[in-house]
């Protein structure tokens, strides 16, 4: 399985595409490509945006979010766009709540 980690540049934490998302720290996203990794990770994090308001997710954007191939095997089995975030034992990572919920329901839509 292929995960890429996805960390926030330092120094961009007030750029106004961060407005578009409810979390700004490192996570890991099962995703064939970086490009397909960057997306999951928005959807995951999304807020609304304001009305009129055509920015994009900073997860999107290489210049606010840097991206590094990672490969796992400790947690195989998990669908493509399970999103992760760091556990307080960090540099772990583990599926989030809402995430954890999901694969209990049988629910392989991510």
């Given at each position: 399985m292929r995960f890429f980690e996805l960390r926030p540049v330092?120094?961009?934490?007030?750029?106004?595409e961060w407005q578009l998302s409810?979390?700004?720290?490192?996570?890991?996203?099962?995703?064939?490509?970086?490009?397909s990794a960057r997306e999951y990770a928005a959807k995951e994090f999304?807020?609304?945006?304001?009305?009129?308001?055509?920015?994009t997710?900073?997860?999107?954007?290489?210049?606010?979010?840097?991206?590094?191939?990672?490969?796992?095997g400790a947690l195989p089995g998990l669908p493509l766009g399970t999103v992760l975030t760091p556990t307080k034992g960090y540099p772990d990572f583990a599926p989030s709540r809402k995430v954890r919920r999901r694969i209990s329901e049988g629910d392989d839509e991510i």
């Open positions: 330092e120094g961009t934490e007030t750029h106004p409810d979390y700004r720290g490192p996570c890991r996203v099962a995703a064939t490509d970086e490009k999304a807020t609304a945006a304001p009305r009129g308001w055509s920015a997710s900073a997860w999107n954007n290489p210049e606010l979010v840097r991206a590094i191939l990672v490969e796992s």
